[in-house]
T-cell receptor
Framework: DTEVTQTPKHLVMGMTNKKSLKCEQH?????MYWYKQKAKKPPELMFV???????INESVPSRFSPECPNSSLLNLHLHALQPEDSALYLC???????????????FGPGTRLTVT | GIQVEQSPPDLILQEGANSTLRCNFS?????LQWFHQNPWGQLINLFY???GTKQNGRLSATTVATERYSLLYISSSQTTDSGVYFC??????????????FGKGTLLTVNP
């Protein structure tokens, strides 16, 4: 099974709201990722967790707060977002690797976020 | 960082036609993946191909790592092949572990 699940599928939130996106995988992967994709653009990496520890933060604003409570779950907490944060948020997972061997990433279906 | 260029940006085909999509990258890579993004946004893994040639049904891919390019071949195209095709690479340069850099994609439209 190569499935990554994400909830919710769609989310509309106001600029003063606090919400969370959830991602889950049961493939035994120990690396998990958040990507952001604006319309007609490629996905862009936001965060990487490896063995439940944050290993990459691509200079993402603090209004996005990731959390990896265990090896199967990844959350993205949202607070005080701006309309320009509206996008498709994709979660991915892979086997963990440091300096090889290297493994492919599998993506979830995404959460389409609209900030009003 | 590594640069990834995909061509063509847009491609329109009649059903049954064949096509070749290209991905050029500017540095050596540890990982190269081809994805198909469907109209609902789902990224579907097509190939994990840092080097060599693979085939899966009507699709095949070749990566020539020494010349820094990869090709995706689609034969006998179907309307369900429509969508955006992304090439994504993980550079082998230091500090690039886990970081997939995507090209801008090729938007494929297959007409009946």
């Amino acid at each position: 099974d190569t499935e990554v699940t994400q909830t919710p599928k769609h989310l509309v939130m106001g600029m003063t709201n606090k919400k969370s996106l959830k991602c889950e995988q049961h493939m035994g992967h120990r690396a998990m990722y958040w990507y952001k994709q604006k319309a007609k653009k490629p996905p862009e990496l936001m965060f990487v967790y490896s063995y439940e520890k944050l290993s990459i933060n691509e200079s993402v604003p603090s209004r996005f707060s990731p959390e990896c409570p265990n090896s199967s779950l990844l959350n993205l907490h949202l607070h005080a977002l701006q309309p320009e944060d509206s996008a498709l948020y994709l979660c991915a997972s892979s086997q963990a690797h440091i300096n090889g061997p290297y493994y492919e990433q599998y993506f979830g279906p995404g959460t389409r976020l609209t900030v009003t | 960082g590594i640069q990834v260029e995909q061509s063509p940006p847009d491609l329109i085909l009649q059903e049954g036609a064949n096509s070749t999509l290209r991905c050029n990258f500017s540095d050596s890579v540890n990982n190269l993946q081809w994805f198909h993004q469907n109209p609902w946004g789902q990224l579907i893994n097509l190939f994990y191909i840092p080097s060599g040639t693979k085939q899966n049904g009507r699709l095949s891919a070749t990566t020539v790592a020494t010349e820094r390019y990869s090709l995706l071949y689609i034969s006998s195209s179907q309307t369900t092949d429509s969508g955006v095709y992304f090439c994504a690479v993980e550079s082998s340069s230091g500090g690039s572990n886990y970081k997939l850099t995507f090209g801008k994609g090729t938007l494929l439209t297959v007409n009946p």
